[in-house]
């Protein structure tokens, strides 16, 4: 097998722009890729900072993008929007998104969506998923559909009004059978068996050909966790460790595309000597499985292709988009700022026997 890649898009943070990430690609109506992000624009890019949701397009399968756009833009009394997902449902596109707003002098942080029935021209007024007054970390390009139909959020979450979380964050999971109308938070809860300061974080979800779904986690523990649930969603096997898919404190995807399943991640975690400046979020790494991501110790991952070596910028936040003989691939790129998140690389990426 082999792989290649190359850039087909920048987004700096400039003019006034101090963040650009965290984003989803949609496959329009009309033909069209829409990369929607979010835009920090102002000089504050604290996760709870000022932000938009931005797109940009491209007419020619990712080859290149223009068509600037703000696509939502946050309230009055809110923090921000921030961190896309897009599903399909027949003719609507559905974005989900996370809401940061004060309560009670607390930073809450909600899942919502809102419906488009002509390619994000238009939306319908939002809805409210995560129902518990929480910090919900659902990640971008995290939100999935299964075979038999049901939508699930996986997210972690936090109090902000706790006194003290002995593990941490821990895990929820929101489905949605009736096609995002109507969620409910499933009853069981992933934790850590033991106290962590930092706890569960980040999950994201991918569902085999036989149904089950693996749940892979970040952790503060040097490399990414996994569960597993045989009944879509609804009970999860304690988390384990999975040392092949290492890493620093960042996010990991998975995802099928080209008739393989791959997974993005930074491979190396932190050790005595390493600097930090950069929280360690490099190099980029691509994982290649032609086994259905089966076993998850990682020894499927038979190919390994670096996107990015260059060790004085910083890599996270990946989407990916398959365009059935190539994909693409977004994330944050630090740009020679010395800010892990900063700019959105795109890239191309091709799989070739």
Same mark, same amino acid.
């Given at each position: ?16 722009? #101090?963040?650009? %990430? ?78 940061? !707003? ?19 021209? #238009?939306? *319908? ?13 659902? &990640? ?38 009736? &096609? ?46 996994? #569960? ?8 999860? *096997? ?6 092949? !898919?290492?890493?620093?404190? #960042? ?21 005595? *000597? ?25 020894? %499927? ?12 910028? &910083? ?39």
């Amino acid at each position: 097998m082999t792989v290649t890649h190359r850039e087909t898009g920048f987004i700096a943070a400039e003019n006034g722009v #101090s963040r650009a %990430g965290e984003g989803a690609f949609a496959r329009l109506k009309d033909g069209r890729i829409m990369l929607a992000y979010t835009e920090y624009y102002t000089a504050d890019s604290d996760d709870a900072g000022p932000a938009n949701i931005a797109a940009v397009y491209s007419r020619d399968n990712g080859e290149t993008w223009g068509e600037h756009r703000i696509l939502l833009e946050k309230g009055a009394d809110d923090c921000n929007i921030m961190s896309v997902s897009f599903l399909s449902a027949g003719e609507e596109l559905i974005i989900f998104y996370l809401k940061k !707003f004060l309560k009670n002098g607390k930073t809450l942080c909600i899942p919502f969506l809102r419906r488009s029935g002509d390619d994000g021209e #238009s939306w *319908s007024e939002e809805q409210r998923i995560g129902k518990r007054d929480l910090y919900y970390v659902v &990640n971008n390009d995290r939100v999935i559909r299964l075979k038999n139909g049901r939508i699930i959020v996986p997210a972690a979450i936090i109090d902000p009004f706790a006194v003290r979380q002995e593990n941490g964050a821990a895990l929820c999971f929101i489905t949605s059978d009736d &096609n995002g109308y109507t969620w409910t938070e499933q009853k069981q809860e992933l934790t850590l068996p033991f106290d962590n300061r930092m706890g569960l974080e980040e999950p994201g979800l991918y569902e085999h050909n036989d149904g089950s779904l693996w749940c892979y986690i970040r952790t503060h523990l040097g490399c990414q966790y996994s #569960s597993i649930s045989y009944d879509s969603g609804e009970s999860w *096997s304690a988390p384990e460790p999975m040392p092949f !898919f290492s890493s620093p404190a #960042s996010p990991m995807l998975v995802k099928k595309v080209c008739n393989a399943t791959v997974a993005i991640f930074n491979p190396i975690p932190a050790y005595t *000597s390493r600097p930090e400046e950069l929280w360690g979020r490099t190099p980029y790494l691509l994982a290649i499985s032609e086994t259905d991501a089966y076993p998850h110790n990682g020894e %499927g991952f038979t190919v390994r292709y670096m996107l990015e070596t260059d060790r004085s910028n &910083n890599y996270c936040y990946p989407a990916i988009l398959d365009n059935g003989t190539d994909f693409l691939v977004a994330y944050y790129h630090s740009n020679g700022t010395g800010c892990p998140l900063n700019s959105l690389k795109i890239v191309k990426v091709c799989i070739m026997e």
